[in-house]
């Protein structure tokens, strides 16, 4: 695959999610070229960039990888900016044409939880690292068939948010809204969902991806 790089001024208008990252997790080494990098425990070397999934006019997509095996599923990452957009209409992207980046649909952008999940992978990341077995930690639950498809369903139809009237119309012959409340709340209390208007965290969507 040919590579293809922002330009400077891209990479300086994404330097504000990198470094409310960096306020919130150690080790961050800052900007060489157009990578971001952290040194985290256990002699690891994140680095992370700015790609593109539509033309080569739009980098949306943060893509994280960890130069350290021992972090297991965790190893890499892909935070897509469509993923929270707050329109399905209007997803969010670094406009990049002739030498001059802006951000459009700016407005439609919940920056707040990208940088989140990003934290919380870095977090986690480090823990993995230190300590194997957080990669299966006993905390977390073993979803069931039904519970792997809520998330699933959450992700792909509902833009990552876990709201119980929207997932219980379309899980009603198979669970009781009571039932489903009670799941929401079990899974915000371990930190696999967000508090309210709850959405699936990094840490959920790596449980049902070792699942699956």
């Known amino acids: 695959m040919p590579l293809f790089y922002p330009s400077f001024q891209s990479?300086?208008?994404?330097?504000?999610?990198?470094?409310?990252?960096?306020?919130?997790?150690?080790?961050?080494?800052?900007?060489?070229g157009t990578a971001w990098y952290w040194r985290l425990p256990g002699g690891t070397l994140v680095t992370m960039r700015l790609d593109y999934t539509?033309?080569?006019?739009?980098?949306?997509?943060?893509?994280?990888?960890?130069?350290?095996?021992?972090?297991?599923?965790f190893n890499s990452a892909d935070f897509p900016f469509v993923t929270y957009a707050t329109s399905p209409t209007s997803p969010p992207y670094i406009h990049d044409l002739k030498g001059i980046a802006e951000w459009a649909n700016r407005l439609y952008?919940?920056?707040?939880?990208?940088?989140?999940?990003?934290?919380?992978?870095?977090?986690?990341?480090?823990?993995?690292?230190?300590?194997?077995?957080?990669?299966?930690?006993?905390?977390?639950?073993?979803?069931d068939q039904l519970e792997q498809e809520m998330v699933v369903y959450a992700l792909e139809q509902l833009d990552g948010h876990f709201t119980v009237a929207r997932l219980y119309d379309a899980f009603n012959t198979r669970i009781s809204r009571r039932r489903l409340s009670q799941i929401a709340r079990q899974w915000e209390e371990m930190e696999l969902l967000t508090a309210p208007p709850r959405r699936v965290t990094y840490a959920m969507r790596a449980l049902v991806e070792a699942d699956v």
């Open 54 to 73: 539509v033309t080569e006019e739009r980098w949306d997509t943060i893509r994280a990888q960890a130069a350290n095996p021992r972090a297991g599923m």
């Open 11 to 32: 990479l300086n208008l994404a330097n504000r999610i990198f470094e409310s990252i960096a306020d919130q997790v150690p080790g961050y080494v800052g900007r060489l």
């Open 109 to 143: 952008f919940n920056m707040g939880h990208l940088i989140a999940d990003v934290v919380e992978w870095l977090e986690m990341l480090s823990a993995a690292i230190l300590n194997p077995r957080v990669t299966s930690p006993a905390t977390f639950p073993i979803l």
